[in-house]
């Protein structure tokens, strides 16, 4: 669906800033649908297996169980699970950008299935392929991530021939913990490209 977006926006040779499965999306969207791009940043993706926190684990073994939670418990769960992703503790307001989504009786519908959908083969399949990228690539992971641990990230470098910044004091949204990191190194990798 990326891609066939890319090519009705008529877009030739679009800079990527991908985070989590955007990095998921993105890459497979250059190796499996010929998508080409200017350059790709990474920010902590999806990309190497076995993928997925305790967390999503349980949740795919036991989706109905989640889905039919009280609702303050799926909101207590996701307020908890999101606060896992960032050193800095998130503002209400903040947070609520990313709660608004799963609330409520479709957002809870929503997301356990969501996750539970999630499943290694969809990196499985293009991860002998990273070194195919047919662009200038980066990485920056979070040091703290503990969602996926940066040594994916070291992994997912070594295969794309790639250099990765890690972002000390951030977890998995660096976004959130450290965005200058991701300004400053995007701005200087686009420069050089």
């Known amino acids: 669906m990326f891609a066939a977006l890319v090519h009705h926006w008529g877009i030739d040779l679009p800079d990527i800033v991908a985070h989590d499965f955007g990095g998921s999306t993105a890459l497979r969207a250059q190796l499996l649908n010929g998508l080409n791009y200017r350059s790709l940043v990474l920010i902590d993706p999806v990309a190497i297996s076995p993928q997925g926190s305790p967390l999503v684990q349980a949740a ?3 989706e109905q169980i989640f889905a039919g939670l009280p609702a303050y418990l799926h909101e207590a769960m996701l307020r908890a699970y999101i606060g ?3 050193v800095n503790t ?6 609520q950008l990313y709660l608004a989504p799963w ?3 479709n957002g809870q519908k929503a997301f356990w299935p969501q996750v539970a959908q999630m499943d290694d083969k969809y990196s499985e399949e293009i991860e002998w392929r990273f070194a195919e990228m047919r662009c200038p690539a980066i990485i920056i992971w979070g040091e703290e991530d503990e969602w996926i641990p940066i040594a994916d990230g070291h992994e997912l470098a070594r295969r794309m021939n790639v250099s990765l910044t890690p972002v000390p004091n951030a977890k998995h ?9 991701i300004v400053g190194k995007t701005l200087q990798f686009w420069k050089a490209a």
């Open 60 to 62: 795919k073994a036991h």
């Open 103 to 105: 609330l409520g009786d």
């Open 84 to 86: 896992t992703a960032v």
């Open 90 to 95: 998130l503002r209400e307001d903040e947070m």
């Open 173 to 181: 949204l660096v976004q959130e913990d450290a965005p200058e990191a």
